[in-house]
């Protein structure tokens, strides 16, 4: 059943309805856990509330995330359902920008998915993908859900990794093994959110075009000035910052007594 229904590109929420139908459609393909569109709706929820649009302060963190990845010896991408059902290419297209490798982690580690993830990111244009069966080898002790096992050539030896639409256990794991933690969540209090080093309050599919971008634009940069990039960042401010830019525009729309949004 894949709920397909070809929704006319009239239809106000016509792109929402397309990216539901793309993820209904990978859990029959296995690469969407059943949970993974629990979270998506969560995600929807937060992005109405912010107006369905890339802010100020998202922009900084991508500027920031892009300086952290080009900074890094050893950064890695960490794949899960989610993404790799809403942007595989543009995660093949941050690699290639960022030299950074690609792995799979995930929190449902069903029989199938980790094939079914690494086909979907090769389908995309990827030539090499960590972390698929035998090759989560090592363990991870600060993290106690299936997110613990990585792959000793990937998420381990990291000093950057990149961890869009995660839980907060392993993003503070990680952070407590000495790495660089970037998230992408549209969650400002989420855990993960709150104990990464820099989290952009932003849907995935707006934010990762952005940070490849942007990864772009700041190639040629000095060293110096990536860490300026870095240390001139607050995630405790932009966290802060996004949940303002929330309350301002529910106040805004409650005062107007306008509850429906121009295009939804
Ligand atoms: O594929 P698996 O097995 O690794 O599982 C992946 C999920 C996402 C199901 C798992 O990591 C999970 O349960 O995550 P949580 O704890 O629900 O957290 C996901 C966070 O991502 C929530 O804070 C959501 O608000 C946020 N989110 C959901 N969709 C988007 C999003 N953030 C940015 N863009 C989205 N499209």
Not at 27 to 50: N, S
Not at 63 to 92: D, F, I, K, M
Request: aromatic share 4%; glycine share 8%.
């Amino acid at each position: 059943m894949t709920g397909e229904h070809h929704v006319s590109e009239e239809h106000p929420r016509a792109e929402s309805i397309r990216i539901r139908e793309q993820l209904t459609r990978q859990v029959e393909t296995k690469v969407l856990a059943l949970a993974g569109l629990i979270a998506h709706g969560r995600g929807e929820a937060f992005d109405y509330i912010l107006g369905e649009r890339t802010t100020l302060p998202a922009m900084r963190a991508i500027t920031a995330a892009s300086a952290a990845l080009l900074l890094a010896e050893y950064p890695v991408l960490s794949v899960n359902g989610n993404v790799a059902a809403l942007c595989p290419r543009e995660l093949v297209e941050l690699w290639e920008a960022t030299g950074a490798r690609l792995e799979v982690n995930l929190f449902h580690r069903l029989p199938g998915r980790e094939e079914a993830i690494e086909r979907v990111l090769k389908d995309a244009g990827a030539r090499e993908v960590l972390g698929v069966g035998d090759a989560a080898s090592a363990s991870i002790d600060e993290v106690s859900s299936d997110r613990r096992r990585v792959d000793p050539r990937g998420i381990l030896v990291a000093d950057a990794v990149f961890v869009p639409l995660e839980d907060g256990d392993r993003t503070e794991g990680l952070v407590r093994m000495g790495k660089r933690v970037i998230t992408i969540d549209l969650n400002p209090m989420s855990r993960t959110a709150q104990f990464a080093t820099i989290t952009i309050v932003d849907n995935v599919v707006r934010a990762m075009p952005l940070l490849i971008k942007e990864v772009e634009r700041l190639k040629g940069s000095s060293r110096n000035e990536l860490e300026a990039l870095i240390s001139g960042f607050s995630n405790r401010e932009a966290l802060s910052e996004a949940l303002k830019l929330m309350k301002e525009r529910l106040q805004s729309l409650s005062e107007k007594g306008v509850f429906i949004q121009p295009h939804g």
